[in-house]
């Protein structure tokens, strides 16, 4: 029942909550499951920060005899100690915090979609957007008081590891699907970078992105394809692909074929991040490249309507 163990194991689970929402590819059972059990631990963190025998279940007496020390009297190991359910563990922390804005029916489909999947193994996939903004607004007071109590200041911005913006993206309303898939990716990009990139320091390290950013893990050949400058998610160096296409522009000397390579996707197989049109259009790296070729005519195709018939 120590305030540090409980606060580590639900920022564990928001973890694996977040990895899960930002795989988009039919997770949200995961997700919906996971932030529910991290909201409980966090509730609970901060209950417990007053003292553990405000998360205990008061009719268990075995477990009250561990939250007030006397845990050898009890007759059983603390593992087998009986605490509050979700539900009561909201209803307690919200009677002390002012700051919490979110009211009992908008937790209800938290509590409805964590118990969904737990229980019967159904939730609503549509939910879990909102299910995950609602655990947010929730955390974001719970997780300063608990700062408070416990006199540190870096439990908040630890909780969220890399996904931060995300947070922050959950909490604005005009943040769109498109914009908010794009922030979990680089989200999760980032934590799977730092992952594999675990003690490596200093000239190794660089030498490791190099190797491994050489390689273009696109598994198409694609027109145009270039080493970026850099990556929206790592240290790494990930391949830009596109089309090119001929453009007729007039340089002042009569009007001639312009090469151009029109950017449509990054790869990086550093962090292994995977990049689409529009996410390059909101990342703003989407800008056409003029390519210097020694004949432009090079690149231009027969034109099948002229020879269809020959």
């Known amino acids: ?28 059972d ?35 005899l561990h939250a007030t020390g006397h845990g050898s ?25 002012p700051k919490i804005s979110v009211s009992v029916q908008e937790f209800e489909p938290v509590l409805a979609a964590r118990n969904g999947v737990a229980h019967v193994g159904y939730h609503d996939d549509a939910e879990a957007r909102s299910v995950l ?8 007071p719970v997780l300063a008081a608990i700062e408070e109590l416990n006199e540190v200041d870096d439990w908040a911005s630890r909780y ?61 050949h694609a027109d145009y394809e270039q080493r970026a400058e850099s990556c929206p998610a790592c240290e790494g160096r990930g391949w830009v692909r596109g089309q090119v296409s001929i453009d007729w522009e007039d340089d002042g000397e009569g009007v001639g074929p312009r090469v151009t390579a029109y950017v449509d996707g990054y790869e990086c ?5 995977s990049l689409g049109r529009e ?19 090079e690149w231009l195709q027969p034109d099948e309507d002229l020879y269809r018939d020959r």
């Open 133 to 140: 903004t609602t655990v947010i607004r929730l955390a974001v």
């Open 160 to 220: 969220w590891g890399s996904y931060g913006q995300l947070r922050d993206d959950l909490l604005d309303e005009r943040t769109t699907e498109l914009r908010l898939g794009l922030t979990a990716k680089i989200a999760r990009a980032k934590r799977t970078f730092l992952d594999r990139l675990a003690g490596i320091e200093g000239v190794q390290r660089g030498a490791v992105i190099e190797t491994i950013g050489a390689h273009n893990p696109y598994p198409w």
């Open 269 to 273: 197989a550093v962090c292994g991040i």
């Open 73 to 97: 009297r009890s007759g059983i190991p603390r593992s087998r100690t009986k605490t509050i359910g979700l539900k009561a563990a909201f209803d307690r922390v919200k009677r002390l915090i």
């Open 1 to 28: 029942m120590e305030p540090r163990e409980i606060f580590s194991s639900s920022q564990r689970w928001m973890m694996a909550g977040l990895d899960a929402f930002s795989r988009d590819d039919g997770s949200e």
């Open 30 to 64: 995961f997700v919906v499951h996971h932030i529910g059990v991290a909201t409980e631990h966090l509730l609970k963190a901060y209950l417990a920060s007053l003292h553990p025998a405000h998360i205990v279940d008061d009719k268990h007496w075995e477990s009250l």
């Open 279 to 297: 996410e390059m259009e909101l990342l703003k790296l989407d800008a056409p490249v003029q390519l210097e070729v020694e004949d432009a005519y």
